[in-house]
């Protein structure tokens, strides 16, 4: 009894850790007073003041199309080379993972080091290009490990069966194998897009002039202090993340 207080205790504390700063902020969005210490009255300013910021949505333009790019490309990519890695087994294989592995364990500020040298010698200008090529980098290692642990559990004697009935590759591929990977996929999709938007340090690094993505941005809000504002850009991007989950597990319900 006393262990599952203590559980039960320590749960509501972490809740809390983790979801009163964000409840703080969704309020402080509609707080009337420029400084979050004190509340002065309710209003809408904030929002107003946030659609009426061309450079913000410029930034997020481009984190969209960034992010956006980078995934459809790393998830085709990933899932190729996972497919390679589970269905081909060789003594490279240690060396196979270790070059996924790499780029998950590297931290975030040697990965963005070591890109802008690349970028530098090979005379790349950076901009836009080279934040979807970083941003893809790092993509692949994700999607590849979701696509493992995904294809651990896929059964290729129904590869075999739907060829001994008479489908060709195309159709086994469409009837057979895309179905039961399209859940890894939609996981690995996300988990990709998330951290493509997401992504500040790297992105500092191989951003060059006039290639702002949203991160950026708001770090540079942050200095001049346009707190408010960024809370009210928070509270949208929190609803709109809310939204993306309810649709998303009110279809997975119907497809059940």
Known sequence: MIRSRICLTITVLVFIFLYVPIILLMVNSFNDSKYATVWTGFTLKWYTALFSEPDLWEAFINSMIIG?????????????????????RSRLQSLHFGLIYAPLILPDIL??????????????????????????????????????????????TLVEAA?????????T?????LP?????LIAAALLS?????????????VAGEGATTLP??????????????INALSTLILLATFLLVIVYHTFAEEER
Do not use: E
Request: a positive charge.
């Open 68 to 88: 956006i790019s980078s995934t459809v490309t790393s998830l085709i990519i990933g899932s190729l080379a996972a497919f390679t890695v589970f269905r081909y």
């Open 111 to 156: 990965l963005g080091i070591s890109l802008l040298m690349l970028f530098v010698v090979w005379n790349i200008k950076l901009g836009l290009f080279t934040i979807y090529i970083a941003h893809t980098t790092f993509c692949i290692s994700y999607v590849t490990m979701l696509m493992i642990s995904k294809l651990q559990h896929f059964d290729l």
């Open 193 to 205: 897009f998330t951290l493509s938007i997401d992504d500040f340090v790297i992105t500092f690094f």
């Open 173 to 177: 591929f469409k009837k057979v194998v």
């Open 163 to 171: 060829h001994d009935l008479g489908a060709g590759t195309y159709q």
């Open 180 to 184: 039961l990977i399209t859940p890894g």
């Open 216 to 229: 950026l941005y708001i770090y540079s809000m942050i200095k001049y202090g346009s707190t408010p504002v």
